[in-house]
Structure formats: C-alpha cells, structure tokens
C-alpha cells in the first residue's frame, strides 16, 4: 500500500508541485516503508511550502 500511496503522491505532486500536504503524504508513506532519508525529504519540502504562505496569508491580512 505504502508503494502505490508514493506512486499515486509522485504523480500528485508533479501536477501541483507547491501543494505541501502531498509532501507531508508521501513522507509519511516513506515512514511507513522505513525510508526515512526520503521522508525527512519530503517534510522539509513540505515546510519549505507552507512555511511561506502562511507567511504571505498573514501579509495579505495584514495589507487588508
């Protein structure tokens, strides 16, 4: 299961490549599989997402 879950997420994130929660998803199936290099890689990419926009949400908020 774990194997198509990253299957299904790699594909996800090569059409929306600046959705973190399919990073979060995929790391946590690579967890899952014992593949811990590629889950730390993925959670730092999804991080490296969200911790921007939420940043930007907040300046929107902020200007309004």
């Known amino acids: 299961q774990y194997d198509a879950a990253i299957n299904d997420l ?4 090569s059409l929306a490549p600046a959705r973190p929660d399919a990073y979060v998803e995929r790391g946590a199936a690579s967890l899952g599989l014992g593949r811990h290099a590629q889950a730390i890689d993925d959670l730092t990419k999804a991080l490296g997402i969200a911790i921007p926009q939420s940043i930007l949400v907040r300046a929107d908020r902020v200007i309004e």
């Open 10 to 13: 790699s594909v996800a994130i």
